[in-house]
């Protein structure tokens, strides 16, 4: 009855229970200060030369494909860390919840993993060199439009049984779009921004964001203060908490303040991006003196930089056509006037 | 003669500002090769002892670090990542559900210019997030020191128990 110890690991149970906190058995130990060092990495190889300037393009497998069609993508899993790994590839489902791309448990499939294929599923990596593996996503002929989401793990784990196994992947993401002609639109809108004081009295402004457009948004961003108590403007801050959002999710996304910050009244700017994709709103706010939130005030698009250019240049242009024109016109009636004459 | 003069320069203007718009997908059967870094996670190392206690008539909650994790990100975008953890139940002489392992994750120490937003996750039967960057800037790594606890039922045999725990970076 003296062996009534309920052990969560076995071997190194008695030397554990000694030690009392001790993180990991002794034999890791090795490792353990070596493995800081380096670890598994992935990168994307190739991406689509019509998305050479999109960011998110080359990072991720983003793309919009027609049923029956057929894509390769290289990646390259590499080795950092100064023992040879063996690395496990597999496909497997993907979602997008409260504003975050998380892969699904161990190989749980959808309809986009069991499209992708990879050419090997065990690598042996030695330590400090690279492998490449290709994936190739197979659209069947029958697919359903919309879009999916996956990733490709490279997955490594500890080479004991027992205990708490630690099993760590890292992961390309996989956004496709299934559906014939051109990809659909990407858009959203900032529909409202708050002013508030977190109990720690820094002010925050929150943002609520809406992806109008059909396909997933990966948003950064800043916000910008302007026009405030003593003509002072602030900032760009940077927005956090801004990640990924599905067609149709809505979400909040906070940017933190410095405490120096007057209450304001604030002309306040924010500027997000995924992709190409850019978009900036503003909204008149100021903040609370004490811990708390004011109500949210209605952002409005800001005119848009690049298009305030433009359209001074197609006015600049308009007005240069319309001077011509009256030299022309008077050179013309001052010409026809002498030959009258 | 003048008109065509006058409709010029906007016809001009409107393909500046069609051209403004963000290129559409098309033709996806060219590729370019990008160079960079890649995004990484430690190896991980094990197995990891959570520690021994005697069997309680109540439920008790048994806690431990896990060991560093390290995400290492070197693609140099402002694109941030996601950690997310999900574990399977305990195997042992008593069942313990993977409903009953809570993950603590601590303030990541970070270098590079990133926000890393650490999230504790309760209940690892699905994938749950617990380290979020945002406002990346180039490269930019993290390393935490995670604390698992798992709720022992009332009543749970002596044995040994056996579970997996996946930390995902993507």
Redesign the interface.
């Known amino acids: 009855m003296r ?8 071997a ?6 000694a030690t ?6 002794g034999l ?1 130990s090795p ?2 200060s070596e ?2 060092t ?16 999109d ?2 393009a ?3 497998i983003v ?3 027609a049923p029956g ?1 057929v ?1 390769h ?1 290289r990646i ?1 899993v ?1 080795n ?2 100064p ?1 040879a ?1 063996r690395v496990s590839m597999y496909p497997a489902a ?1 979602s997008i ?2 504003g ?7 190989h749980t499939p959808n309809d986009l993993s069991s499209w992708t294929t990879l050419d090997q599923d065990v690598l042996d990596i030695a330590p400090g060199t690279q492998t490449t593996v290709t994936i190739t996503v197979t659209v069947p002929a029958d697919a359903p439009p919309g879009e999916q989401y996956g ?1 490709v ?1 490279a997955e ?3 080479p ?14 996989l956004y496709l779009s299934v559906g014939a002609g ?2 659909p ?2 858009s959203f809108t900032v529909d409202s921004l708050t002013a508030a004081r977190a109990p720690d009295g820094h002010p925050v402004v929150t943002a609520q964001v809406h992806n109008t457009g059909g396909r997933a948004l ?1 948003m ?1 961003g ?1 916000l910008s203060l302007s026009d405030g108590p003593g003509s002072l403007n602030a900032g760009p801050f ?6 990924t959002l599905a067609p149709g999710q809505s979400t909040m996304v906070s940017i933190s303040l410095d405490q120096q910050l007057p209450d304001g009244p604030w002309n306040a700017n924010i500027s997000l991006t995924s ?3 850019e978009e900036s709103y503003q909204a008149r706010i100021q903040f609370p003196p004490n811990p708390g939130a004011t109500a949210p005030v209605p952002a409005q698009k800001s005119v848009d930089n ?2 305030g250019i ?1 359209l001074i ?2 006015l600049l ?2 007005l ?3 001077a ?2 009256v030299v022309v016109r008077h050179r013309s009636r001052q010409k026809a006037n002498r030959q009258l004459v | 003669m003048r008109k065509i003069i006058i409709v010029a320069p906007v016809v001009a203007g409107a393909l500046l500002l069609l051209s403004a718009g963000p290129a559409s997908a098309a033709d996806t059967g060219t590729t370019f090769q990008i160079v960079g870094g890649g995004l990484a996670i430690s190896a991980p190392v094990g197995p990891v002892s959570l520690g021994t206690k005697a069997p309680t008539a109540a439920p008790e909650t048994i806690t431990s670090p896990l060991g560093n994790v390290t995400v290492t990100d070197g693609r140099g975008g402002v694109l941030g990542w996601v950690a997310s953890v999900a574990s399977t139940a305990f195997t042992g002489a008593t069942a313990v559900p993977a409903s009953a392992i809570s993950y603590v994750p601590p303030v990541a120490t970070v270098t590079g210019v990133a926000l890393v937003a650490a999230t504790p996750a309760i209940d690892l039967t699905t994938a749950k997030t617990v380290q979020t960057a945002t406002a990346v800037v180039g490269a930019n790594s993290a390393v935490w020191n995670p604390a698992l606890a798992v709720v022992v039922p009332a009543g749970a045999q002596a044995g040994t128990y056996n579970a997996v725990v996946t930390h995902s970076v993507i």
């Open positions: 062996s009534f110890v309920l052990a969560a690991v076995l190194a149970a008695a030397l554990t229970a009392g906190t001790a993180a990991a058995a890791a490792l353990s493995a800081a380096g670890g598994v990495g992935v990168r994307l190889l190739d991406a689509p030369s019509d998305a050479r300037d960011p998110r080359r990072q991720y793309d919009h494909l069609s894509i993508r390259e590499s950092t860390t023992a790994v993907a919840e409260n975050s791309f998380i892969g699904a448990a161990g990733a793990w490594t784990s500890a004991n049984t027992s205990g708490v196994n630690l099993v760590n992947r890292v992961g390309i993401r051109n990809a639109p990407s990966d950064s800043n940077p927005a956090q908490l801004v990640s992709g190409l994709l690049y298009l433009i240049g197609v242009a308009a240069v056509t319309v011509v024109l």
